[in-house]
């Protein structure tokens, strides 16, 4: 497995192109950045580490290919795949080789509960976890009792969807007034605008990512509509704010603790930008963590064999932009709490 | 329900109307012409965007007027995409065109692909904000629950653009060009008309529609990157073929008719299924009239 | 007036013309007749561009137009009525006419053409809004002739335009052939399978067979070579 | 020597149209959220020189292209006496085509063993598209029918053994079939209402259907588990056993090689048949065929739902080699994707497909040398293979039914 | 009545506001030869494309009485249908198989004769190579009948112009047909082969035991060839009889054949 080179070879993989590709790339910079760090500090169990990039386009099918792909290359561990579904069809292929896995982004929550694949892990919290601290503060802390819950059919915002639903209706009190997909890339949204403002929901809960909300949310917010939007960490991005500008004003998203004033993510987002020109996109925090936490775990369990970087990545806690993290038996990261965060005067503000 | 909501419902039927009918024009001129499905139609509309979108955010920081901004960087915008279209067509499509028509298509795919990519490496896969350069008319204060002021927008100048495509192509010379080379090629060589020309015309006119669409949308939507065109290809490619592909008024009725049926779809049945109810229209409607709305019967005369 | 010297022609690699040489005088009608396939078309296309030659030269009025594009050509002064007439089907007659003229600036010398063809064809005077395919087959037959003549072509090349008519409308073009000819001394280069009636009409003609022309006379005595007759004319 | 300054000038003159053309996308880099601008001048200088030397070898080509010279002239380094052989008549000469063949299928049977997991696993895919290339060619370049939608019924395989073996543990050899015969039921299913459209207006409606379906799958979650797809699809078992992951892999790229061998075995058949003369009639002029006693409509239906038949059965494959479906692998670009194989190769021609699946499936892998430029290459490479090599890679010959005059009295021949 | 083959009444065909055919009646009897004519645009094929299925008439009743069977209405029915019953056309456009062998296009005429499917085809039984080998005799016998043998092998577009016509009635010829229709099959012909193919529609009525019934503007040949004649004008039947009678018609010489009748 990689020894026996000069160098560490660590997979990323994901949607490197095509419509997913927003997705997909900024993880392979936060790999680079911190991969640059290290190298500079000498590397890990002192080889250089060598990035193996590979494109999946979020594809299951292209995922086996490119997973056979890192296979061959002998990569130590992939940092990877962005998409639920490209993960799960790639996860066979590295479970039977014997390769650890940490994804960024994919969401879905068998993944980790299902325990199918002892080999993934994952920065980023599933979807039912969220879902449930949406709507309890929906409910408990807002007193909200009529609710519109969308979507945008993708497996994330689907299945963020699907459980804030169950959460409602769980609740005697709340009433979801409307609950459908809207449609990813459409060119006005006004009618499904008009039809939640028919239905006097007072709150929309969205799951999905930024673009469609900020769409969303700035059509409402043109038409004069207030009703509160509540979304999940694909929201919690401030590219959000920034694309949405002042409709973002006000609109609540939950994601991982405190991270715009942890010192690591300050750094990593100004050497982001220092390197590319740019402010980096979506995952970025989660892939710099998870690649951290891939190298830490290398270094401390002194090897690259399987076990001992699975079990160094379930015991060692490594400090990261997400927090002081390690992982539990199933695969999900300790230490990433989640909280619920409000867009005031253009930053997103912790709830406490 | 009541009525307020079915205003609201067919006003935003209509905004969608408009807009695939400005990419919807172009397909179908494109299609007339040359009988070519031009994939890459909806990256013209997206590098028109993104020109806008550049251009309009380096004028932003001089301070200028928004509506003076918005002017320039449309006209840039248009002035590109046409620049772009014409190019297309030079280059991938005039060698293929006495080949096999699927030839065409396939380039054409592949001029999709290479263009998107081409955005995405020289610019970035993220969403840009498009910057709010249309103040909300004041005038509009009651309204604001139906319309907006890029909305009047949009139907304006999709109106007019209609209106200045229609008069074009029934009065002018190169009009009735464009209409003698979409309908013989060969005879059209034979009263004197230089083809390769008009068919570069057409794309110059086709793209300059979808830029100019592609504008008007992001300053709507207030975002775009590099893969806006591949979805608004398509369902601009549905309205057309709904309004009988090649033929000019179809395409708007074509694009009016999709935008309305997903809005109702939409708002009073499920917006999950959006996308199905255009496409059950849309068979519906070949079923009974096969070449489209207002397409013209293919009946050879046998 | 008209002039192919050694002119060859292919589609791809099939060679259609093999060194066909002819010549027309200016206020001619010349008839050119051969069997199917001979080439007939195939020389016309070449003269107007359409399918360039690969050897060979065409000169018109002195000036090689070998390699000109069609539209320069149509602007020197040449026209063709094609085989099947291919009239623009959703253009309305009036536009067909139209479309005619494209290359001419002048609109009152326009004008005056369209009265003209008008008087020759009073039945398109009477049609000029109906959509050209939707004509019968006699109307578009004229309305074709009449699209050519609006480029006030000095050479009219017609490409059998007898195909497929009825008697009395074979008759009737014939004779505005003439009439076109005798009126506006307009030159006439005439395809035809019906040999008969063309050589009837013509000054001279030329004979081809498969690509090549094979004989050349005044029309009257190609009406009584016995190998003509036999060949086209259905003589014993 | 003038020439060869003109050309210059040309060139030059393309350098500087593309410099204009790219200079917002390509110089200007603008961050809409700090209000910066980033001028890049060295992208443009970057433009200039090299579309200077790809505007003078295009031209090049394309002139090549013109005089029908051929693009790429291997035969100068060839000796003499191979120069003059013609590659498809020594080919189509029975004695020489038989061992070629047989080295080919030796050479393909021995290929996982010698090449890695990944080069197996990516030869696997290339064989699954040779499979959709041929099936989807008997509905195009048969039928003449063009069909935007065919990643629908590689859809209805897919989910077929997905969801049989979610609920019923239905092995992969018994999804097989299921999943061919019940693609080929959808194929009838649409094909009844949308057989009379024609050309393009078929196309679309095809694509709504295969839009439909997709979304469908999407949205029924009690069916098909929504977006978020059916995971854990075994491998094809071998006699009961599960075999490790490269033996697996091998397996599956074996059971694929010998599925591409049958549909080429069928589809050759199917061609030279009472039923392919009438596609082939049908495709040249559907009316005449009607009035000489063909009956349009099943034989349009039967290319429809034998095309689907073997998208059913590919998508049984790639449910179990991927291990997991989901809406997401059946978009439209998928069907535009089997399309491309097809043109790209030389329709109707099955030499044709298999060259076109090779290239579509395999180059994206192997362009992946070029990382992030790999797509943008893609696109190019579609576009010059279709500018230099209009008609596609193979062109079909037909087997042509013909008569042996000499031996008229003893009997016809059909080779 | 008897051996009436063909009978045709009141066959009305609207295209929107247009009536091609307008209450047009006839009929056709046993081994006659029977010609259509009118001017350019008067319905005649329209009629054709009527009687063939390729448009279901607007009204009318169409009813044929193939020899030894009973008769039948085949309104309606599909062109394929049509011409498994036994009626067989030509087009005035030629409509060829370019891209086919001659011998492939005769095949295909043969098309509705012959029985095996999708399974014969993929495991060639017996009975489908049977089949097949019989198929390709028969149709070099069919293509020896008509005298273009010699182009079997030939690809259709390949072919002049006369034997390409002779084609069309060679593929029709093939779907074993008791009635023939011909649209101008000497359109396009030079006098010469024109005279030949009257020998031919003569010696296929002699031999081939099928009625003909054909259009054609050739008057040379109308009148030598046909006993019957039937002459419409904007879609009405305006006369019929002998050519004899025909050609000293008034109305017929004023909207048809004009001052100079030819042959
Ligand atoms: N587009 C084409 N492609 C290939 N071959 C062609 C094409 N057009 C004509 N030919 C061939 O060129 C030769 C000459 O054809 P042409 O049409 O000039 O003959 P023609 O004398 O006009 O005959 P006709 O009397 O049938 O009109 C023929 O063998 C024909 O098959
Ligand atoms: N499919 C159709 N749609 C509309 N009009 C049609 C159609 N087919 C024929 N027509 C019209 O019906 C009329 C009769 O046409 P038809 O072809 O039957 O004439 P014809 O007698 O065969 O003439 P010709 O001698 O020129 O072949 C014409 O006016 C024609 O334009
Ligand atoms: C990039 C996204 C589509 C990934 C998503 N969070 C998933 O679980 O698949
Ligand atoms: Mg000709
Ligand atoms: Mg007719």
Redesign the pocket.
């Known amino acids: 497995n990689g020894q026996g080179e000069d160098t560490v070879k660590i997979g990323v993989a994901g949607a490197h192109s095509g419509d997913l590709a927003s997705y997909g790339l900024p993880s392979v910079k936060a790999a680079e950045l911190v991969v640059e760090d290290w190298n500079a500090k000498g590397g890990v169990l002192g080889k250089q580490i060598e990035l193996v990039i590979e494109d999946d386009q979020c594809k299951p099918e292209v995922a086996t290919n490119t997973a056979a792909k890192l296979v061959g290359e002998q990569v130590v561990g992939v940092i990877g795949h962005i998409c639920s579904g490209a993960t799960k069809s790639a996860l066979g292929i590295y479970k039977d080789s014997n390769i650890p896995v940490i994804s960024p982004s994919a969401t879905n929550p068998p993944l980790t509960k299902s325990g199918d694949y002892p080999n993934f892990f994952r920065t980023i919290a599933p979807d039912d976890a969220q879902a449930k601290l949406d709507v309890d503060f929906a409910v408990d802390t807002l007193g909200l009792t009529k609710i519109a819950v969308l979507h945008d059919k993708g497996d994330y915002g689907k299945g963020f969807a699907d459980f804030a639903k169950e959460y409602l209706d769980q609740r005697s009190n709340v009433e979801v007034v409307v609950y459908e997909g809207i449609q990813v890339g459409a060119v006005d949204y006004s009618a499904i605008i008009n039809k939640v403002a028919a239905s006097g929901a007072e709150a929309i809960i969205y799951g999905g990512y930024h673009p469609e909300a900020s769409k969303l949310v700035g059509q409402m917010r043109t038409r004069g509509m207030d009703t509160i939007f509540i979304s999940d960490d694909g929201v919690k991005d401030d590219t959000f704010i920034k694309v949405a500008q002042d409709a973002a004003e006000g609109v609540y998203a939950s994601g991982p603790v405190d991270t715009t004033s942890n010192p690591l993510a300050v750094k990593a987002t100004e050497d982001h930008q220092k390197k590319f020109g740019e402010d980096p996109g979506a995952f970025f925090l989660n892939a710099y963590a998870a690649t951290q936490a891939l190298l830490n775990a290398i270094e401390k369990a002194g090897s690259t064999e399987y076990d001992a970087i699975v079990n160094a990545l379930r015991s060692e806690y490594v400090e990261t932009p997400l927090g002081n993290i390690s992982f539990d038996e199933k695969g999900d990261a300790i230490g990433v709490g989640f909280s619920v965060y409000q867009v005031q005067n253009g930053v997103y503000v912790e709830l406490k | 329900m009541n009525l307020d909501y079915l205003i609201q419902l067919t006003l935003s039927g209509m905004t969608r109307g408009s807009i695939y009918a400005l990419i919807a024009l172009g397909y179908t001129m494109v299609y007339g012409i040359i009988q070519l499905i031009n994939f890459a139609h909806g990256e013209i509309y997206m590098i028109g965007a993104f020109t806008a979108l550049i251009i309009a955010t380096v004028l932003n920081m001089t301070g200028m007027p928004g509506v003076a901004v918005f002017i320039i960087a449309m006209i840039i915008a248009v002035v590109y995409s046409s620049a772009y279209g014409v190019t297309m067509e030079a280059m991938a499509y005039k060698p293929v065109r006495r080949a096999q028509r699927l030839s065409a298509l396939i380039s054409a795919i592949g001029m999709s692909f290479f263009l998107q990519n081409y955005v995405l490496l020289a610019q970035t896969s993220d969403f840009l904000s498009f910057p709010k350069l249309i103040p909300q008319f004041a005038f509009l204060e009651g309204a604001r629950n139906f319309l907006t002021s890029t909305q009047i927008i949009i139907f304006a100048v999709t109106a007019v653009v209609m209106v200045a495509l229609t008069i074009l192509i029934k009065f002018t010379k190169i009009g009735k060009a464009m209409r003698a080379t979409a309908q013989d090629k060969t005879m059209a060589l034979l009263v004197g008309i230089n083809i390769n020309q008009v068919i570069a015309v057409t794309f110059l006119i086709g793209s300059a529609m979808a830029a100019v669409g592609g504008v008007l949308i992001s300053s709507h939507v207030g975002q775009i990157n590099f893969y806006i065109g591949f979805l608004a290809g398509i369902k601009a490619f549905v309205a057309a073929v709904l309004g009988g592909i090649g033929s000019i008024p179809g395409a708007v009725l074509g694009s009016f008719v999709l935008g309305l049926t997903e809005s109702f779809g939409a708002g009073y049945i499920s917006s999950d299924y959006e996308d199905v109810f255009a496409f059950i229209i849309l068979v519906l409607i070949l079923i009974f009239r096969p070449a489209g709305l207002l397409g013209r019967a293919q009946s050879d005369k046998i | 007036m008209l002039k192919l010297e050694s002119v060859s022609t292919y ?2 690699n ?1 060679q ?1 013309l093999k060194e066909v040489s002819l010549s027309i005088n200016e206020g001619e009608i010349v008839a050119l007749i ?1 069997a ?7 020389t016309l296309m070449s003269i107007c561009g359409v399918t360039p030659p690969r050897k060979g030269r065409v000169l018109f009025e002195g000036e090689d137009i070998t390699h000109l594009s069609s539209e320069k050509i149509v602007a020197l002064g040449i026209n063709q009525v094609p ?1 099947g007439r291919r009239i623009f089907p959703y253009l309305t007659v009036r536009e067909n006419l139209d479309m005619g003229a494209f290359l001419r600036k002048s609109k009152t010398e326009v004008q005056r053409d369209l009265e003209y063809v008008f008087e020759l064809f009073p039945r398109l005077a009477e049609r000029r809004h109906q959509q050209g395919g939707t004509l019968s087959g006699g109307e578009q037959q004229m309305l074709a002739i009449s699209r050519a003549l609006m480029s006030r072509p000095k050479l009219l090349l017609l490409d ?1 335009p007898s195909l497929g008519l009825a008697p009395i409308l074979v008759q009737q073009i014939f004779k505005i052939i003439r009439q076109i000819n005798r009126d506006n001394n307009t030159t006439i280069f005439l395809v035809e ?1 019906n040999a008969n009636l063309a050589l009837k009409t013509a000054h001279k003609g030329y004979v081809m067979e498969t690509g090549r022309v094979t004989l050349y006379d005044t029309a009257e005595n190609l009406l009584n070579n016995e190998e003509v007759k036999k060949a086209y004319l259905g003589g014993a | 020597m003038n020439n060869a300054v003109q050309e210059l000038k040309k060139s030059l003159i393309t350098s500087l149209w593309f410099m204009f053309l790219t200079f917002p996308i390509m110089v200007i880099k603008v961050n809409t959220v700090e209000n910066i601008v980033n001028w890049r001048w060295s992208n443009m200088v970057f433009v200039g020189v090299l579309s200077f030397i790809i505007s003078y070898f295009w031209r090049g080509m394309l002139r090549k292209k013109e005089r029908g010279d051929k693009l790429f002239d291997l035969s100068r380094f060839m000796p003499a006496k191979l120069r003059d052989l013609d590659l498809r008549e020594t080919l189509s000469d029975k004695k020489i085509a038989r061992p070629v063949l047989a080295v080919l299928l030796v050479a393909a049977l021995v290929f996982p063993f010698a090449a890695g997991m990944y080069q197996t696993s990516i030869m696997t895919t290339a064989l699954m598209y040779i499979i959709l290339g041929l099936g989807l060619n008997i509905v195009i370049g048969l039928g003449g029918m063009l069909h935007l939608g065919y990643a629908a019924f590689y859809a209805v395989g897919a989910y077929t053994y997905a969801i049989l073996h979610r609920d019923f543990g239905i092995g992969f050899w018994v999804a097989l079939p299921l999943g061919a015969i019940l693609a080929m039921l959808f194929g009838m299913l649409l094909g009844f209402p949308v057989l009379r459209l024609k050309g393009d207006y078929l196309a679309i409606v095809t694509l709504g259907f295969a839009e439909i379906v997709r979304i469908v799958l999407e949205n029924w979650n009690d069916f098909s588990s929504g977006p978020s797809g059916i995971a854990n699809i075994p491998r094809p078992s071998f006699f009961g056993m599960k075999l490790s992951l490269p033996n697996a892999t091998i397996y599956i790229y074996m059971i694929t090689l010998a599925l591409v061998l049958f549909t080429i075995f069928v589809v050759r058949r199917l061609e030279n048949s009472r039923l392919g003369r009438a596609w082939e009639a049908m495709r040249e002029d559907a009316i005449a065929s009607e009035s000489m006693g063909v009956n349009i409509t099943t034989t349009k239906l039967t290319a429809f739902a034998l095309g689907a038949f073997w998208a059913g059965m590919v998508g049984v494959i790639f449910a179990a080699k991927t291990t997991f479906v989901n809406p997401a692998s059946f978009t439209l670009m998928e069907s535009v994707l089997v399309l491309c194989i097809i043109v790209l190769g030389g329709m109707g021609s099955t030499t044709g497909v298999i060259v076109g699946a090779l290239i579509i499936v395999l180059l994206p892998e192997y362009l992946r040398a070029f990382s992030e430029y790999r797509m943008l290459l893609y696109g190019a490479v579609l576009v010059m293979m279709m500018v230099f090599r209009p008609n596609g890679i193979i062109q079909k010959v037909r087997k042509r039914h013909t008569f042996d005059i000499k031996e008229a009295s003893s009997g016809g021949s059909n080779e | 009545m008897s051996n009436t083959v063909l009978n045709v009444e009141n066959l009305t065909m609207n295209f929107g506001g247009l009536r091609a055919v307008d209450d047009v009646s006839l009929s056709i009897k046993k081994n006659e030869i029977v010609a259509l004519i009118g001017p350019n645009g008067a319905g005649k094929t329209t009629f054709f494309n009527c009687v063939t299925g390729v448009y279901a008439p607007t009204e009318g009743k169409i009813t044929i009485t193939p020899p030894e069977k009973s008769s039948e209405v085949i309104n309606g029915l599909k062109p394929h249908k049509i011409t498994e019953k036994g009626l067989a056309r030509t087009f005035q456009n030629i409509r060829l198989f370019q891209n086919m062998t001659v011998l492939e296009n005769i095949m295909i005429g043969r098309h509705c004769r012959l029985k095996s499917g999708i399974l014969g085809a993929i495991f060639r039984s017996p009975a489908t190579r049977e089949e097949e080998e019989k198929l390709i005799h028969e149709s070099y016998a069919i293509l020896k009948k008509i005298g273009i043998e010699r182009y079997v092998n030939d690809l259709a577009k ?1 072919l002049p ?1 006369g034997a390409q016509r002779l084609l069309e009635i060679a593929r029709a010829l093939a779907t074993d047909p008791f009635l023939l229709l011909l649209d101008e099959p000497a359109a ?1 012909m030079n006098p010469n082969e024109t005279r030949d193919l009257v020998d031919l529609i003569l010696r296929l009525r002699e031999n081939e035991d099928v009625t003909i019934f054909l259009i054609e503007h050739d008057m040379s040949l109308v009148m030598t060839l046909s006993e019957r004649i039937y002459v419409v004008d904007y879609g009405q039947l305006i006369a019929q009889g002998t050519p004899d009678v025909i050609k000293q018609d008034k109305r017929v010489i004023k909207a048809y054949l004009g001052e100079e009748v030819h042959a």
């Open positions: 589609y791809g099939i259609a051969g199917n396939g001979a080439g007939k078309s195939t085989e059998e399978q | 390949n112009y396009g």
